[in-house]
């Protein structure tokens, strides 16, 4: 019961006047919109990246948000939640990229010490005529294309599976490295 009543008050909307305001409709940009910005300027993703490494994601955000109040071709509409996500799958793929391409070196430093025959296949085709097998896929193919595909792509919107990041690790954990002390002894 409201105090200012007797009876209990039931709100609807017999009360409101009937005023239809025009809907201000905000235009949000899409994540798209920000990784093209971060691609439209060689000087802002290069300082975008040195803020990544040396781990300040905050100073990457004031660049980027900088870069876009300043740009006059981009749309003015952006957000300080969207210059975050934006970083935010920016510096992802970023060290997703970095971690496949040391793998692919570290693939190719163990086949240049133990020898490429003893590479690995990742797949394996055979015939259904014979037992031989038609078709190798080698490891080091697999994850040079993945790189590829993350390095090659123009829209950055890029990210493997879950199961490619699996299988990548698996090959990471058959290719690696002796550990060695400082006088070169295997530990």
């Given at each position: 019961?409201?105090?200012?009543?007797k009876r209990?008050?039931?709100?609807?909307n017999?009360?409101?006047?009937n005023?239809?305001?025009?809907?201000r409709e905000?235009?949000?940009?899409?994540?798209?919109?920000y990784?093209?910005?971060?691609?439209?300027?060689?000087?802002?993703?290069e300082?975008?990246?040195?803020?990544?490494?040396e781990?300040?994601?905050i100073?990457a955000?004031?660049i980027l948000?900088?870069?876009?109040?300043?740009?006059?071709?981009l749309?003015?509409?952006?957000?300080?939640r969207?210059?975050?996500?934006?970083?935010?799958?920016?510096?992802?793929?970023y060290?997703?990229?970095k971690?496949i391409k040391?793998c692919?070196?570290?693939?190719?430093?163990?086949c240049?010490?133990?020898?490429?025959?003893k590479?690995?296949?990742?797949?394996k085709?055979?015939?259904?005529?014979?037992?031989?097998y038609?078709?190798?896929y080698?490891?080091?193919?697999?994850v040079?294309?993945?790189?590829?595909f993350?390095?090659?792509?123009k829209?950055s919107?890029?990210?493997?599976?879950k199961?490619?990041?699996k299988?990548i690790?698996?090959i990471?954990?058959?290719?690696?490295?002796?550990?060695?002390?400082?006088?070169?002894?295997?530990i």
């Amino acid at each position: 019961m409201n105090r200012y009543h007797k009876r209990g008050y039931v709100y609807n909307n017999q009360h409101k006047a009937n005023i239809v305001k025009p809907k201000r409709e905000r235009k949000t940009l899409e994540l798209t919109d920000y990784l093209f910005a971060i691609n439209s300027s060689e000087e802002v993703k290069e300082g975008i990246e040195e803020c990544l490494v040396e781990g300040s994601k905050i100073n990457a955000i004031k660049i980027l948000k900088t870069y876009m109040e300043e740009n006059e071709e981009l749309p003015t509409h952006h957000s300080l939640r969207g210059c975050k996500d934006a970083i935010d799958f920016y510096a992802l793929r970023y060290t997703l990229t970095k971690k496949i391409k040391w793998c692919r070196d570290m693939i190719e430093v163990y086949c240049n010490a133990n020898g490429y025959g003893k590479m690995k296949n990742y797949k394996k085709v055979k015939s259904k005529k014979d037992a031989r097998y038609m078709w190798h896929y080698t490891d080091w193919e697999f994850v040079d294309d993945q790189y590829g595909f993350m390095v090659n792509d123009k829209k950055s919107v890029h990210m493997p599976a879950k199961q490619v990041l699996k299988d990548i690790n698996d090959i990471h954990k058959k290719y690696k490295l002796p550990r060695y002390n400082k006088k070169g002894e295997y530990i």
